[in-house]
């Protein structure tokens, strides 16, 4: 499997995904976990209904609601979002944690449309097959550091996301590329064709 970003074990950063709008925020204020726009109106809520299954195994520290999201890497051809920033972050090791982000991402559409009309079979499945996702969801994660061990990361199927469970100063935050809807453009790259 082919990466975009060499192997974390030789950068030690983590990659981050911002809106275009909340840019200047994270240039002059750095990255909480609450500071999004859409924080309160598109994740909150999904992230308190996934820490609800959370096991006892799991580190008290480690709060979905309260995390930064990020990745280890991506795939060569990974499909960016439109109007945002691919960043490049430092973590503390010791407060991040590892879980896989497909299992997530299963329960977000059902999540978001369990009180819409015409899809109460989303509710459905929450109460069913979603607890048993979540679960496992929970019971697959581990620490960063173990995962830099095991490197679950890289096994097939494990599309790890990684909790980071503290802020990030604006001074460990690196802008690599803006993407557009045609384009992915490093720094240099927007600075020119803008000028």
């Given at each position: 499997?082919e990466?975009?970003?060499?192997d ?16 200047d925020?994270?240039?002059?204020n ?18 308190d ?34 109007h945002?920033?691919?960043?490049s ?45 979540l ?52 720094l ?6 803008f000028s």
């Open positions: 499997m990466y975009i970003f060499d974390y074990k030789e950068t030690k950063r983590i990659y981050h995904i911002v809106s275009l709008n909340d840019l925020n994270v240039i002059k750095g990255i909480c976990y609450d500071d999004k726009i859409t924080y309160n109106t598109k994740y909150k809520g999904f992230h209904y996934i820490d609800r299954f959370k096991g006892s195994n799991i580190p008290p520290w480690v709060k979905r609601n309260e995390c930064i999201f990020g990745s280890l890497n991506y795939k060569l051809g990974h499909h960016f979002h439109s945002s920033a691919i960043l972050v430092k973590v503390n090791e010791d407060r991040c944690w590892v879980a896989n982000e497909n299992l997530a991402n299963t329960i977000y559409e059902p999540f978001a449309l369990r009180n819409t009309a015409s899809f109460e079979n989303c509710k459905k499945f929450l109460n069913s097959k979603g607890e048993i996702i679960r496992d969801y929970w019971d697959t994660s581990l620490s960063f550091s173990e995962n830099l061990k095991l490197r679950k990361d890289l096994q097939k199927g494990y599309d790890a996301e990684v909790l980071i469970c503290h802020c990030i100063p604006k001074e460990d935050i690196e802008i690599l590329y803006i993407c557009s809807d045609h384009d992915i453009m490093s240099d790259k927007f600075y020119k064709y």
